[in-house]
């Protein structure tokens, strides 16, 4: 099979299934560059909102728009307004004044059509600019400048003074005045003028002190209109309300002299040569901050809360003040709805990403796009040393299909005919950017190991006096980051394969009693629609229960034929030919075949079920192909191979005896379905599992067949007849709907002095270099993690190359080649500075998972939480001036990680309380979880609904989002909380009735279901939340499973276990949390 | 021969006699040394069932004798009317009559002790402890259709049809199924209301009942389940006591009445295999396996009740157990000489499943017949145990098109005149006066292994019991018991021997409406001081004797190997001849037979040439269903299978039996031969000549119309009452189908003797000895000291 033989190998290409190299056939008329990346024509855009929203109908029935409703999220059509233009300029010129106190963030108006990606325009600076919290002055953080990084503080709240730390923090905003800085910079030059948060414990601050806005920063705009503030990010965090401090009231070049005590080194920005181009965003630094200081406005209303450290140890550290914190002052998650533009080099130099989680636009000029890839770190270390030294994990997160922004310029695709792309003879690694051409164009450098090949003649071209080639700005692949090439025939073995979906649903007594098969038949004859169209789109269907049952869809007549294969030990396919079929000749008996399953087997009374001898043969109808086994199942497997046993009920028992080998029910039970899942990679299938549940299933066995496959797991626990059908529809939905592509083979290239240590993911992998992707699709990310196998001159380059050949869903056969190229740095100072929050994070989120299974869940939390202790105290011990020791000081850029590693901790997979099934969901779907989807899993977004009809302005969507603390809950008031897979709706026991009567059409909801279906009443509210709803549900390309929580119930009590910040009987507090983290680093330096 | 046609057409229209029973010995020598000094085995004929207007049926239960000899009451007890007390003519106990024969007396005797009621048959109320269901109707007949699928489309076509009528004809109460194969087997649940629903079973891999019952629900673990009770989309079946197979029986066999229309659909829709047959293979087959499926079925769902598996197979099974050759080309199926040379890779592995096949089948009750039509073997050789043993019919055939299995097929369906009167789930028990073992039984019947002191040590055929299952019969049925005379010493010294010796034969079945009968037959036989050769000869039934010997010749050709079974023939027959015949030593000239041994050694010449015992001229699934019908046909219809009865038809002259020779061939005849597998119509020359000039059709020529017809209407009688439908061949002297007839005549002018050959006749090119030279040197060797 193809899969054996390594493509991206150093030898020669090796083709790989696919396609022949003919032309461009999928886009229409497309030339030699072509558009790829948006599955739907940017022409539909505009139209986009006047559709149906994809989620807007809960019952899918009742939505069939014409156009696929996933493919019509990434056109933008959300932001009519178009104003990235005038916007961008806007804010970099004079920060705009945010609304006045009052002002929520304005959701932008009509947005619906587009999901997760925000647009462009969106926003502006006005919806990130509102302050929500009422009192806070106007001026406060308005200016968001689209071409700053977004390392800046996130609290949106003036530091007023800086205590004692005097840290590298005080930073004049013009590039650090000489005075400050001379005496320390020459000696500490890595610790100088680092963005940190520093979290003072001994003693209220009194004024925080902030660091200067980054030298480029304060080049580019005018002193006054650019409080430090400006620095503000813009991804789309929530700020929470009473963070809300005037900027006017700081005056640019007071922090420093307040705050930096003349006793601590001086923060001195590192001299860095880049620091002198003006137009780098990418180097700007957040300024740094501190917090925990009462806010010096009028306006805020909030008295500091006592901190909640009466019993820490840390308090017998504190020698003369009372502790005290701010919980309103500690680091949170800032909100922005705003988009920024974002290009990926400036000057020849990478800049530093936005925020996975925000909104931005991409201009691809040299390296790829971070929602492509994106890294650790954005700048890589010289040596392996400083990278251990920093505790900091240095991977990559590739999502290779990632949906770009509406607005973004499509990635292109370069076909070079016959003789397929450029690459290096030695390493194969594919013509980029970066790539140096030398002695007048003949030969060119490879970027990735160095050596030195001879330009193909017809490939030659001038070098310009700037030593690049003249035509380096036509060629595609030498000035973007992301190209798309033409694959030859090279890399294949076969053609092409055709997009084979072949449906297996459970059919089993439970299953039909539940309703589960009616719905999986529902969505599946919906979706059909949204199958690509043409002759290369097959299907099939079969069921099962303890018998696998087949149907002849090429039969003429209309009564179709069953055909049961009863031996569910050793499985074989009962037709030669019509079990898949291609879909414009059988649509019409499909639909009349899913329209009667439900009957058929209305009256079924075999509970068993034989889902591994199913998926088996199923693999078997797909074997000659290859294709998407898509799975629906309800119950346990029960017999035939790959059965299992309920070991949940064994886990209780062994409870008694001991938890210690708890972990064990978290791995796969035997080692069938991995064998099972491996053959069905080598023949290109890739399996995705649709589990509509009442009980314990075994997530953890038969999650390994999507895991190596490619494929991925989607949990109704419990399923819903009434609730569930819109959700299973919509998932079925995107999932064959959205760009994806087959028989792929993924593999990362990168220069000398690193290597690839490790993948992961839901891929198969057969050699070391290359992972087999049976499916790949734009939700699906992988992470590699890389070693040091030698040093890197500083200021020299680290070129990051992933290769992803693949079919595409109408046989074309392609190579994606995404290019990342990467400062190299010697200083620590520098890798805390251009450390990716979300990225570290999602490492440390797909660490956990991995660890897992393997591990007792105290193991992991404890892991986790030492990653994180280890890499402030890396941080405080070399980067940190030296400063009390009652400080907890924070890097800016990583200022967050405390609080996710903490709501990581109390996560669904850490928690000790939670199923085996939901630990093994969670698991599963971390494993391939996209960064900007990481986040709000682990620190979901909570938003008040209660007031909804307060709101007057539209501009934002989405209501500003509020701490995941209890101390912000109300019993008057309803709530919403996301984390890209559930939507819990909490409502207080003393919820106005009237609200109630608008948003569910009852005045109490005592007698409603938990498993919510959201129905739009005709009123204000009830649009504005379906609205929201739906919102959410382009953002996270999920549906939501809404539920309804009330206070005072169990599902009040789940609810309120979302609530990290909240000290709960296993955990701690976020204020707890942060003095364990601080006492432990006082233990290490000590 | 003419004695033979005058036996059969004349006096004795029924040569069975009302019995039933033929034996090669009708007067029994007493000891051992004389019986085998007979040579031929004392051995009879039977007919379990045979329909005869004259039997009288009791509606009451048998009276037995006690135990151990448990025979039924019969003619030939000994009765004191007084004391009410009845001997058993067997064993000689004394039994009391119970109260409800207090009123038997000379006048007034039960029908059973009729003297010409040896023959009777008991059909009891059925024994019902819930006696308000007594009237529960018998149970259907049970018909499950295996159906091979590797044709071509005409195969397929004639195969469907013939289906179409078949299912015309079934009653409406049958409960109906249907399996088809090729590659995999294909099971159809025809009570799915839905949709067509079909189980599909993998043609390579043997699979265990109980796998089978697993797989289809219908064991017992899936029917606690209730997967067999509640399974979806079929009209709910009406329960008995929850009685556990009721559920499956409508999913997989439904009364003819409910199902016809969805098996009209099924066939129309039915499609040749649809697995590609590689270049240079075989089409993958899995006869194996379909039948296994089958038979798992019927166990699971009509255990004991008469059922009977009819398969339709178009060729050799290349896959699975059963598999008889490989789907390779280049490997030709077995021939006779791979068989003697033992290279037949696959037989004795496929003869061994069919034989467990055979058992399971047995077991459950169930009957496998076989229309195996193809121009290819099928595998009959081996699937012949399972067939033989559950009492199946079958019939080999070249084409699902051609006559012979089409109008055989038609005939198992056809009730009135024309029926087989199947019947199913036959007990054959035998009983016998002491001083008589029994060896065993050739013939379609399978032994219950219940041994007892009648059975003989040695064993012929089914032996080693006394009771034997056949679980498909009909009227003509036919058996072979063979007999061992073991004079005990008791007997021998007592003064006063008892002239006669007895056999019951007690057979249970389920005739064809599915009432439960018992036939009792009670013969009785002379003994004879075998050193009277008089009294031997006097009992001598040659016909039934050389039937007799060509059974055990085939039954000792298949079981012994290096038999020669020629040599053997020769041999017996000399031995025989030296016994029985008058000669003088050394004068070959003196040797004569008595009437009763004379045409004895014919049958001897023709059974030695017959494909009986000359295989190599035939394929081993040929020889196969040759002998199955040489084991279950009367005697009538056996000799005719060794010595074909041959008419002629000339002018002026009513049809005359004819000599078996080639002489008998004169252009202005036509001949009529009744070989019994085919049937042939030959023209003389003269004769077709003036057939092909049409004079037949001009009205001065009725005559020669009329001896036209004469041997065509000779012939639909005969075939109309045979079954299997035989070919019938209608040929012209010196045409290429003459061979049929040809093959079958004696030698007696053949190319060495040409020139003596009269014009007209003909000659048959052979290095055959003929009669004439064969008869010669059985005299000098009789009369050699």
């Known amino acids: 099979m193809a899969s054996s033989s390594p493509p991206f190998a150093s030898g020669p290409p090796r083709p790989r299934p696919g396609f022949a190299p003919s032309a461009n056939a999928n886009v229409a008329g497309a030339p030699q560059i072509s558009q790829i990346g948006r599955p739907v024509p940017s022409s539909a855009a505009p139209s986009a909102p006047l559709q149906p929203s994809p989620f807007s109908a809960p019952l899918p029935a009742s939505s069939r728009p014409g156009h696929p409703q996933f493919a019509s999220r990434p056109p933008a059509a959300a932001f009519p307004q178009g104003l990235v233009a005038s916007n961008g300029p806007q804010g970099l010129a004079a920060p705009r004044i945010p609304p006045p106190t009052h002002a929520q963030p304005t959701p932008p108006v009509g947005a619906p059509a587009s999901i997760r990606a925000p647009s462009p325009s969106a926003a502006s600076s006005q919806a990130q600019a509102v302050r929500p919290f009422p009192g806070s002055p106007p001026a406060a953080a308005a200016s968001r400048p689209f071409t700053s990084p977004p390392s800046s503080q996130q609290f949106g709240r003036p530091p007023i003074s800086h205590p004692l730390s005097g840290s590298p923090t005080s930073q004049p905003p013009f590039g650090g005045p000489p005075t400050l800085q001379p005496p320390f910079a020459g000696s500490h030059p890595a610790l100088a003028g680092l963005p940190t948060t520093q979290l003072p414990f001994n003693r209220p601050p009194t004024s925080q002190q902030f660091g200067g806005p980054p030298t480029q920063q304060t080049f580019t705009r005018p002193p006054v209109s650019q409080p430090y503030m400006g620095s503000q990010p813009y991804a789309g965090r929530p700020s929470p309300p009473s963070y809300v401090g005037p900027p006017s009231s700081q005056p640019f070049p007071g922090p420093p002299t307040m705050g930096a005590p003349s006793g601590t080194p001086a923060p001195a920005w590192p001299s860095q040569p880049r620091q002198v181009l003006p137009s780098m965003p990418g180097n700007m630094q957040a300024p740094p901050r501190m917090f925990g200081m009462p806010p010096g406005t009028p306006g805020h209303t909030m008295p500091p809360v006592p901190p909640a450290m009466g019993n820490s140890p840390l308090a017998g550290s504190q020698i003369s003040t009372p502790s005290k914190i701010d919980p309103n002052q500690i680091p949170r998650p800032l909100p922005s709805s705003s988009v920024t533009l974002f290009e990926t080099r400036q000057g020849n130099q990478a800049n530093v990403p936005p925020p996975a989680t925000s909104n931005f636009v991409v201009k691809d000029n040299g390296n790829c796009s971070p929602r492509l890839m994106r890294c650790t770190m954005n700048q890589i270390p010289c040596t392996g040393d400083l990278l251990s030294t920093s505790s900091m994990p240095l991977a990559l997160m590739v999502q290779p299909l990632a949906l770009p922004h509406p607005s973004e310029e499509p990635i292109q695709i370069v076909d070079f005919g016959e003789s397929g792309p450029i690459r290096c003879s030695r390493c194969k690694g594919y013509i980029n950017p970066f790539m140096k051409f030398i002695d007048h164009g003949r030969r060119f450098i490879c970027n990735l190991c160095g050596f030195t090949n001879d330009t193909p003649r017809d490939y030659y071209c001038n070098l310009g006096p700037d030593g690049r080639r003249r035509d380096a700005d036509e060629r595609p692949e030498l000035c973007r980051g992301t190209v798309e090439f033409v694959a030859t025939r090279e890399y294949m073995v076969r053609d092409p394969m055709p997009a084979v979906f072949f449906f297996l649903i459970d059919v089993s007594m439970n299953a039909v009693q539940t309703g589960a098969t009616a719905a999986a038949c529902s969505a599946i004859s919906q979706s059909l629609a949204d199958l690509p169209d043409g002759p290369r789109t097959m299907v099939g269907i079969a069921t099962f229960d303890c018998t696998i049952h087949f149907y002849n869809l090429g039969r003429a007549s209309q009564q179709p034929l069953m055909l049961i294969v009863p031996d569910v030990h050793d499985v074989y396919t009962p037709l030669h030919t019509d079990i898949i079929v291609q879909l414009a000749e059988c649509r019409q008996s499909l639909e009349q075949l899913l329209e009667n399953i439900p009957n058929i087997f209305e009256n079924n009374k075999v509970a068993e079920s034989a889902f591994g001898a199913a998926i088996k043969a199923g693999f078997l109808a797909l074997k000659p192909t290859g294709g998407k086994l898509l799975v629906f199942q309800s119950v346990l497997p029960s017999v035939g191979i790959g059965s299992l046993s309920s070991r949940e009920a064994e886990g209780r028992t062994n409870v008694s005896s001991g938890d210690k080998e708890a972990h064990k029910l978290l791995q796969p039970a035997d080692k069938t379905l991995k064998a099972m899942a491996g053959e069905f990679a080598e023949y290109q299938v890739c399996v995705d599992m649709f589990i509509t549940t009442q009980s314990y299933v075994d997530i953890a066995s038969i999650s390994v067949v999507p895991g190596t496959t490619g494929g991925q797991v989607y949990y109704y626990y419990p399923f819903s007849a009434l609730s569930d059908p819109g959700k299973l529809y919509n998932d079925l939905r995107w999932n064959i709907s959205r760009p994806q592509g087959f028989e792929a083979v993924m593999r990362v290239r990168c220069s000398q002095g690193l290597q690839v240590q490790e993948y992961s993911g839901n891929f198969c992998k057969r050699i070391p270099t290359d992972i087999d992707l049976p499916g790949i699709d734009c939700d699906k990310t992988i992470m590699v993690t890389f070693k040091h196998d030698d040093k890197f001159q500083e200021n020299s380059e680290c070129g990051i190359q992933c290769a992803l050949l693949y079919t595409t869903v109408y046989g074309q056969r392609r190579i994606r080649v995404i290019n990342l190229s990467l400062p190299c740095t010697s200083m620590l100072s520098n890798l805390f500075r251009s450390a990716d929050l979300d990225t570290q994070f999602a490492c440390f989120l797909k660490q956990a998972a991995s660890m897992i299974p393997v591990s007792s869940l105290s193991q992991v939390r404890e892991h986790i939480t030492n990653l994180c202790i280890n890499i402030l105290h890396a941080y405080r011990k070399y980067c940190a001036t030296v400063s009390s020791s009652g400080q907890l000081i924070l890097p800016e850029a990583l200022k967050l990680l405390p609080l996710y590693t903490l709501a990581l901790a109390k996560s669904i997979g850490l928690r000790n309380d939670g199923r085996l099934d939901d630990r093994s969901y969670w698991v599963s779907l971390v494993t391939s979880l996209p960064i900007s989807l990481a986040i709000p899993l682990v620190y979901p977004r909570m938003i008040p609904i209660h007031n909804l009809t307060a709101k007057e302005d539209d501009e934002s969507l989405l209501p500003a989002s509020i701490p995941l603390s209890s101390e912000h809950i109300s019993d008057d008031g309803i709530y919403l909380l996301e984390n890209g897979e559930d939507g819990l709706i909490y409502i207080g026991n003393m919820a106005n009735p009237e609200m109630l009567q608008q948003i569910f059409g009852v005045p109490s909801v005592d007698g409603l279901p938990s498993q919510l279906v959201l129905e739009q009443f005709d009123n204000d509210v009830s649009k504005k939340l379906n609205d929201i709803v739906n919102e959410i549900r382009k953002q996270r390309c999920s549906y939501l499973r809404l539920r309804l929580c009330r206070k005072g119930d169990p599902s009040g009590m789940h609810f309120m276990s979302y609530m990290v910040e909240d000290k709960t009987p296993g955990g701690l507090s976020y204020v707890e949390f942060l003095v364990h983290v601080h006492r432990q680093i006082q233990t290490k330096m000590a | ?785």
Not at chain 2, 53 to 66: E, F, H, W
Not at chain 2, 127 to 145: K, M
Not at chain 2, 151 to 156: A, D, F, G, K, V
Not at chain 2, 430 to 437: A, G, L, V, W
């Open chain 2, 1 to 785: 021969m003419a004695e033979e046609l005058v036996g059969t057409g004349g006096a004795a229209s029924d040569p069975d006699g009302p019995d039933g029973v033929r034996m090669s010995w009708n007067n029994w020598p007493r000891s051992k040394v004389e019986a085998s000094k007979c040579v031929i085995p004392v051995a009879a004929s039977i007919a379990p069932i045979r329909t005869s207007p004259s039997i009288l049926v009791l509606p009451y239960q048998p009276l037995r004798c006690k135990p151990p000899c448990s025979a039924v009451l019969n003619p030939f007890a000994r009765v004191d009317f007084a004391a009410k007390i009845w001997i058993c003519p067997l064993c000689f106990s004394r039994n009391h009559f119970p109260p409800h024969y207090a009123g038997i007396s000379e006048a007034n005797v039960p029908g059973e002790l009729y003297p010409q009621c040896t023959t009777i048959e008991y059909a009891p109320p059925p024994l019902d402890h819930h006696s308000a269901q007594s009237s529960a109707p018998p149970p259907p007949p049970v018909f499950l259709f295996v159906i091979d699928t590797c044709l071509i489309e005409e195969e397929l076509g004639f195969l469907k049809s013939a289906m179409r009528r078949a299912i015309g004809l079934l009653p409406d109460n049958a409960l109906v199924g249907l399996v088809t194969f090729g590659t995999q087997v294909h099971l159809y649940e025809l009570g799915f209301a839905d949709v067509s629903k079909i189980y599909v079973f993998r043609g390579i891999k043997e699979i265990s009942k109980d796998h089978i019952l697993d797989q289809l629900g219908l064991s017992a673990s899936s029917v606690r389940h209730g997967a067999a009770v509640g399974m979806p989309g079929y009209p709910k079946a009406p329960l008995t006591n929850g009685f556990h197979p009721s559920g499956s029986i409508h999913r997989f066999l439904l009364p003819a009445a409910d199902c016809e229309y969805a098996l009209s659909s099924l066939l129309d829709e039915l499609q040749t295999d649809q697995w590609p047959v590689e270049a240079g293979s075989r089409a993958l087959r899995c006869t194996g396996i379909a039948l296994s499926v089958a038979a798992g079925l019927l166990g699971a769902c009509v255990p004991g009740t008469g059922a009977r598996i009819i398969a339709l197979v178009g060729g050799p099974c290349t896959q699975g157990p059963g598999m008889i050759v490989s789907k390779d080309l280049s490997e030709p199926v077995r021939s006779h000489k791979d068989l003697d040379k033992d290279a037949a890779p696959h037989f004795h592995k496929a003869v061994k499943f069919y034989e467990n096949l055979a058992k399971q089948l047995v077991s459950q009750g169930h009957v496998l017949d076989l229309f195996a039509s193809a121009l290819d073997q099928v595998g009959v050789a081996e699937m012949k145990v399972s067939v033989e043993r559950t009492g199946g019919l079958v019939v080999l055939a070249e084409s699902f098109g051609h006559p012979v299995f089409k109008d055989s097929f038609k005939r198992i369906f056809e009730n009135g005149e024309q029926s087989l009167g199947l019947s199913f789930n036959g007990t054959l028990d035998i009983n016998c006066s002491k001083d008589i073992r029994i060896e065993g039984i050739i013939g379609p019947c399978t032994s219950l292994e219940k041994k007892g002191t009648l059975c003989a040590d040695i064993v012929i055929g089914q032996g080693n019991t006394t009771s034997w299952k056949m679980c498909g019969l009909d009227r003509t049925t036919f058996l072979t018991v063979f007999f061992e005379i073991v004079p005990s010493e008791r007997s021998n010294q007592s003064g006063i021997p008892n002239p006669q010796l007895y056999i019951q034969f007690l057979t249970n079945y389920q005739g064809p409406e599915g009432q439960m009968r018992l036939r009792v037959t009670t013969i009785t036989r002379r003994w004879v001081d075998g050193s009277n050769a008089e009294e031997l000869i006097e009992g001598f039934d040659q016909e039934t004797a050389a039937v007799v010997l060509a059974r055990y010749v085939s039954l000792k050709m298949e079981m012994e190997e290096e038999f020669d079974a020629t040599r053997w023939l020769d041999r017996s027959l000399i031995r025989l001849c030296s016994r029985f015949g008058d000669y003088r030593k050394d004068d070959p000239a003196s040797f004569t037979l008595n009437s009763n041994f004379s045409i004895l050694p014919q049958f001897m010449f023709n059974l030695r040439r017959s494909q009986f015992v000359q295989v190599f001229n035939n394929s081993p699934d040929e020889t196969a269903y040759f002998r199955m019908l040489l084991n279950r046909e009367s005697i009538t219809n056996s000799v005719v299978m060794i010595q074909p009865s041959l008419l002629s038809y000339s002018f002026n002259s009513p049809p005359v039996p004819a000599l078996l020779d080639v002489a008998s061939i004169s252009s202005d005849r036509i001949l009529l031969l009744d070989a019994y597998f085919s049937v042939v119509i030959f023209h003389g020359m003269t004769i077709a000549q003036w057939r092909n000039m049409g004079y037949q059709n001009q009205p001065e020529h009725q005559a020669f119309a009329q001896l036209l017809q004469a041997p065509q209407d000779d012939a639909q009688v005969i075939i109309r009452d045979r079954f299997p439908v035989p070919r019938l061949v209608i040929c012209d002297q010196h045409g290429s189908q003459a061979r049929f007839l040809l093959a079958k005549l004696n030698p007696s002018a053949t190319y060495n003797s040409a020139h003596e050959v009269v014009p007209g006749s003909d000659v048959i090119f052979t290095d055959d000895v003929s009669l004439q030279v064969f008869c010669e040197h059985l005299r000098r060797l009789v009369v050699q000291s």
